[in-house]
């Protein structure tokens, strides 16, 4: 039997595209060679995200006293947090798999290769799937940077550290984008002390640099080490300890610590898919597709992580759901202009739309307000003062074109700023809406509002 469509890659892309095809008619099936969830669920945003809460209830305890609480001698079970952990990914795991039976997604476990341009191999011909259309979804795994000593006992990637049972005294990260810069969090807040070491000149590349400016300040204050415009060259073993070589200017430096954590970004995962056997070209970033997320073979497409770009999950998604309604003949699209990006850090911070270099960069004219959590009566009775939200608008025309936030639960309040700029308002209809009193997505109101000197509970411009 050929079947409409054969989805390689179980991730949040690749499921949503086999039940979304699945809910327009299409007969489809699923080739996952581990779990159901990708890298997302099982080894990445799921996992990270639950020791994040851990280590947020580690924080509050330790500033419990700003509360009027007296807390002692509490600690932690790594190991029971680590079982907490297995049994969140498997409900949702067990959750992602029933609504594939729901929608009669037939889901084959096994590692897909193809054959030829409609038919795929899974484990080495043990079964073979016919599809008018293929989809390729199999995201991407963590990037190896030229260093001698990777592979050195404690030398860990960001999913290997997911499974770790002990945690170390001491721990150097290398990479502070996203992925660093959670775990220095998550880290720091269990007693590790940690040391970031990133290549570029700042940490978290491609956010607002005011709101990076302030996160490095509150980093540094919470003692987590930050050493930029570094290069690491080598891992070795010292007894116990293992000894990086670190390359400043013309200055070498030596760093002990127990453990490192290599977090240098993503690559696109193409193992095992013998894409030359079909044409099917691929470049540094992953696999070459058109607007509609098809290759040049007609007939196979492919999303989300292993077609590179901005390696988000939420985005892969939307690319999934997009690339087949596209092969469907319904018209779906994906504004690249207008994806949140997050970082689950002490305190959160989130941006969606430009920056302001970008805005700078295009020359367009442009306003800027800021207002501050610490002027936020939800934010100060949660003890989280800490941060701001900033806004760009246009000059001339009023419109949108950023908002990025430092401070508590910016990855829940970045989604009232995505809705604004997708639907293109200006500030004086974003002001109209009525924003609840206490909460935090005041604090957006406000910034907005502060544009044009109307914010109540900030000072006047003149």
Not at 119 to 146: F, M, Q, W
């Amino acid at each position: 039997m050929i079947r409409d469509l054969l989805v390689i890659g179980g991730g949040p892309g690749g499921y949503s595209a086999a039940i979304r095809a699945a809910q327009l008619g299409a007969s489809v099936t699923l080739v996952e060679k581990e779990r159901v969830g990708g890298t997302c669920l099982n080894k990445g945003c799921i996992p990270t995200k639950t020791f994040y809460k851990n280590a947020q209830v580690l924080h509050t305890l330790k500033n419990a006293g700003e509360f009027g609480i007296d807390v002692s001698g509490y600690s932690f079970d790594l190991a029971k947090m680590q079982e907490q952990k297995q049994k969140i990914i498997t409900q949702l795991a067990v959750g992602v798999e029933r609504l594939l039976q729901a929608n009669k997604i037939e889901l084959i476990t096994g590692k897909a290769s193809f054959d030829n341009t409609n038919t795929v191999s899974v484990d080495n011909g043990e079964k073979r799937i016919k599809a008018k259309n293929i989809l390729i979804a199999t995201g991407s795994v963590p990037a190896e940077p030229p260093i001698s000593g990777l592979e050195l006992p404690g030398v860990m990637n960001s999913e290997e550290i997911l499974e770790i049972e002990k945690l170390p005294q001491t721990v150097a990260i290398i990479g502070g984008g996203v992925i660093g810069i959670e775990f220095a969090g998550i880290l720091n807040a269990m007693g590790v002390s940690v040391t970031v070491l990133e290549l570029l000149p700042g940490i978290l590349t491609g956010f607002d640099s005011e709101i990076v400016k302030r996160m490095t300040m509150g980093l540094k204050r919470k003692g987590i080490r930050l050493e930029t415009e570094v290069k690491v060259e080598e891992i070795k073993r010292n007894g116990t300890q293992l000894c990086l070589l670190v390359k400043r200017d013309k200055e070498k430096i030596a760093l002990d610590v127990e453990t490192v954590l290599v977090s240098t970004g993503r690559k696109a995962n193409l193992d095992g898919l013998n894409l030359n056997a079909v044409g099917v070209p691929c470049d540094k970033n992953g696999i070459i597709v058109n607007d509609e997320y098809m290759t040049v073979v007609p007939g196979i497409y492919a999303i989300g992580d292993v077609i590179g770009g901005q390696m988000l999950a939420h985005l892969a998604v939307e690319e999934g759901k997009a690339a087949v309604e596209k092969m469907m003949g319904y018209e779906k699209r994906v504004n690249y202009q207008v994806v949140p990006a997050c970082v689950f850090a002490f305190p959160e911070m989130a941006g969606v739309g430009l920056t302001e270099e970008q805005v700078q960069e295009m020359g367009v004219p442009y306003l800027t307000s800021k207002f501050l959590f610490g002027a936020n009566g939800k934010a100060l009775t949660m003890r989280e003062g800490e941060g701001l939200v900033k806004v760009i608008a246009r000059k001339d025309t009023q419109e949108l074109l950023g908002i990025h936030i430092m401070g508590p639960h910016a990855s829940d309040l970045i989604h009232e700023g995505a809705l604004a700029i997708e639907h293109n308002m200006t500030t004086g209809e974003f002001g109209k809406t009525i924003h609840a009193h206490p909460t935090l997505a005041e604090a957006l109101l406000e910034a907005v509002e502060g544009l044009h000197n109307k914010a109540i509970h900030m000072f006047r411009k003149y």
